[in-house]
């Protein structure tokens, strides 16, 4: 069973407010990833890291920002939250093809 | 560039009853090939994968995926259906050779099941 760790599980905040999702892996994975997912459950790639201090953007431009201090620490940023944020957001991790998945964090912006 | 379509949104089917979840890829070669499910409210879960071989894998929770390379498929199959088994079901495929991993999710099939 892998170990992989999001908080909060379900957010909801005001517009404005600046917001950290947080997700830790126990597994010593070099690379980690955050994905964002539609309300019609498809995954877009946001974020991802091969290691520390190597961040990249994904696949789907996102108005957030992650850091890799720490192997195990891969948080995503988001400075000023709107509306247009509210999804599910979920962390991975891998040491090759095989993904490990947070329960992901569910937030919505009001 | 690599692409994987699940054609289907969402499938009903009748708890004791067979399923077939259908994968279908675009890659000029032999990708590697992925299975997940995610139930209501958590992350994905791997169920199975193909990296080579045997064509028929057989993954956990009594699901097994056949390899066509003909058709370009992986689709996912259990012979009865459990009522425990509503979830959403995510393909994913990866190039071999890769260093980083990149993997390619499909957009997802829903499965009802019915009492």
């Known amino acids: 069973e892998a170990d992989i760790y999001q908080t909060p599980r379900y957010l909801v905040i005001g517009t404005g407010k600046k917001i950290t999702l947080e997700c830790s892996q126990t597994?010593?994975?070099?690379?980690m990833y955050w994905y964002q997912q539609d309300p019609g459950m498809e995954l877009h790639l946001i974020h991802y890291?091969?290691?520390?201090?190597?961040?990249e953007k994904g696949d789907l431009s996102s108005e957030s920002t992650v850091s890799r201090i720490r192997t195990e620490h891969f948080p995503l940023t988001l400075e000023s939250a709107r509306p247009s944020h509210t999804s599910q957001y979920l962390c991975?991790?891998?040491?090759?093809?095989?993904?490990?998945f947070g329960p992901g964090t569910r937030l919505t912006v009001t | 560039a690599q692409s994987v379509t699940q054609p289907d949104i969402h499938i009903t089917v009748s708890e004791g009853a067979s399923l077939e979840l259908r994968c279908n890829y675009s890659y000029g070669a032999t990708p590697y090939l992925f299975w997940y499910v995610q139930s209501p409210g958590q992350g994905l879960q791997l169920l199975l994968k193909y990296f080579s071989g045997d064509t028929l894998v057989q993954g956990i929770k009594g699901f097994e995926a056949e390899f066509k390379r003909s058709q370009s498929s992986f689709n996912l199959r259990k012979p009865s259906v459990h009522w425990s088994d509503a979830a959403e079901y995510f393909c994913a495929v990866g190039t071999p050779m890769d260093s980083s991993y990149k993997l390619i999710f499909g957009s997802g099939t829903r499965l009802l099941v019915r009492p």
């Open positions: 890291s091969y290691g520390v201090n190597s961040t």
């Open positions: 991975a991790s891998s040491e090759s093809y095989l993904r490990y």
């Open positions: 597994m010593g994975h070099d690379k």
